[in-house]
């Protein structure tokens, strides 16, 4: 009888583990998941910012030199 209810215990306690050990494993994907995630969202945030940075330059090159051919002409 003592011997059944410690068997139960057991099992009991088997499970418990495995299910804390689950819930931590899924815990590290999901945070794995999340900074992946992460990290191409603020890689795409600044290869935004660099290009609209280098296409306002170019722009601004364009520009200049619109300016200057013009003031050259005349």
């Known amino acids: 009888m003592i ?3 410690l068997e139960i215990i057991g099992c009991g306690l088997e499970f418990l583990f ?5 819930i931590i494993i899924s815990i590290f994907w999901w945070l ?3 900074f992946k ?3 191409s969202h603020i890689a795409t945030v600044v ?3 660099v290009i609209t940075q280098h296409q306002k330059q170019l ?6 030199s619109i300016l200057i ?3 050259h002409l005349h």
Do not use: A, R, V
Request: aromatic letters at 16%; charged letters at 20%.
């Open 3 to 5: 011997s059944d209810i």
């Open 18 to 22: 495995c299910g804390i050990l689950e």
């Open 32 to 34: 794995i998941s999340f």
């Open 37 to 39: 995630w992460l990290i």
């Open 47 to 49: 290869l935004t910012i």
């Open 59 to 64: 722009i601004d090159f364009f520009e200049l």
């Open 69 to 71: 051919l013009k003031n």
